[in-house]
């Protein structure tokens, strides 16, 4: 039996290919991270600017803003604007790790564009008034 170094360049493939799609994966997962960090942090700027009514920040304030707890991407290109009671945020990531191997797995989607709108008036705000004589139908 002479196969004593047969595993040893078993594992010379094997590994390689292993920890790639290790390192796929972690980069997955942490892009993913970013991605639902960057959303919840427009909708929190949002909800706080037309909560308390303060003033509309620079660009670079509102992206210093949404740039807080990313792990991996960078916050490049930002926007905020109040038109009556609508406030709407955009914002673009980019990954700050592009390489090839993810280049392969990921092509086009290292570069996420969002965008949301507040709007101040919620349905649970607004209260609907009858007219005189009129019946509640919800009885």
Same mark, same amino acid.
């Given at each position: 039996?002479?196969?004593?170094?047969?595993?040893?360049? +078993? %594992? @010379?493939?094997?590994?390689?290919?292993?920890?790639?799609?290790? *390192?796929?994966?972690?980069? @997955?997962?942490?892009? /993913?991270?970013? =991605?639902?960090?960057?959303? %919840?942090?427009?909708?929190?700027?949002?909800?706080?600017?037309?909560?308390?009514?303060?003033?509309?920040?620079?660009?670079?304030?509102?992206?210093?803003?949404?740039? $807080?707890?990313?792990?991996?991407?960078?916050?490049?290109?930002? %926007?905020? &604007?109040?038109?009556?009671?609508?406030?709407?945020?955009? @914002?673009?990531? +980019?990954?700050?790790? =592009?390489?090839?191997?993810? @280049?392969? *797995? *990921? %092509?086009? &989607?290292?570069? &996420?564009?969002?965008?949301? +709108?507040?709007?101040? =008036? $919620?349905? &649970?705000?607004? /209260?609907? *008034?009858?007219?005189?004589?009129?019946?509640?139908?919800?009885?």
């Amino acid at each position: 039996m002479r196969w004593k170094g047969g595993y040893t360049v +078993e %594992a @010379a493939f094997v590994i390689p290919i292993v920890l790639g799609v290790v *390192f796929v994966l972690l980069y @997955a997962l942490f892009w /993913v991270h970013d =991605q639902c960090v960057l959303q %919840a942090n427009i909708q929190n700027g949002l909800i706080q600017y037309s909560d308390t009514g303060e003033e509309l920040p620079t660009n670079e304030e509102w992206k210093r803003t949404l740039q $807080q707890n990313l792990w991996m991407g960078n916050v490049t290109e930002t %926007a905020i &604007s109040h038109k009556r009671t609508v406030w709407r945020g955009q @914002a673009k990531l +980019e990954s700050v790790w =592009q390489n090839d191997l993810t @280049a392969i *797995f *990921f %092509a086009d &989607s290292q570069n &996420s564009v969002y965008c949301l +709108e507040w709007d101040e =008036q $919620q349905p &649970s705000d607004i /209260v609907r *008034f009858r007219r005189k004589g009129e019946s509640d139908d919800r009885d």
